[in-house]
């Protein structure tokens, strides 16, 4: 399987498509970084995979992907969605 992760800003989230096919996203709020010196943030509020694609490892990929973007962005991580929140305890190295 071919796996892409995209950002769409209009719509507040991180995409994945699988083969080409639309498979899930995880929703973010972004948080100006303000003049107490508190960074640009990224908080991630909700993730979601289609039903045909769970237990594939797509919500995985689907977190690494977004996670790595934002990383590379230099966007201060913030995990209110419990998967999302998860997959971090396991990759510190993404935190």
């Known amino acids: 399987m071919d796996f892409q992760v995209v ?3 209009d719509h507040n989230r991180f995409e994945i498509r699988v083969d080409g096919a639309p498979a899930g996203s995880a929703y ?3 948080h100006p970084a ?3 010196g508190q960074p640009e943030r990224i908080v991630f ?3 979601e995979v289609d039903k ?3 237990g594939k490892g797509v919500g995985s990929k689907l977190a690494n992907g ?3 973007l934002a990383k590379e962005r230099g966007l201060q991580i913030v995990a209110q969605c419990p998967f999302i929140a998860a997959y ?3 990759h510190l190295e993404l935190a």
């Open 34 to 36: 303000d003049a107490d």
């Open 45 to 47: 509020t909700h993730t």
């Open 28 to 30: 973010y709020r972004l």
């Open 88 to 90: 971090l305890k396991r």
């Open 52 to 54: 045909e694609f769970e």
């Open 7 to 9: 950002d769409n800003p």
């Open 66 to 68: 977004a996670l790595t």
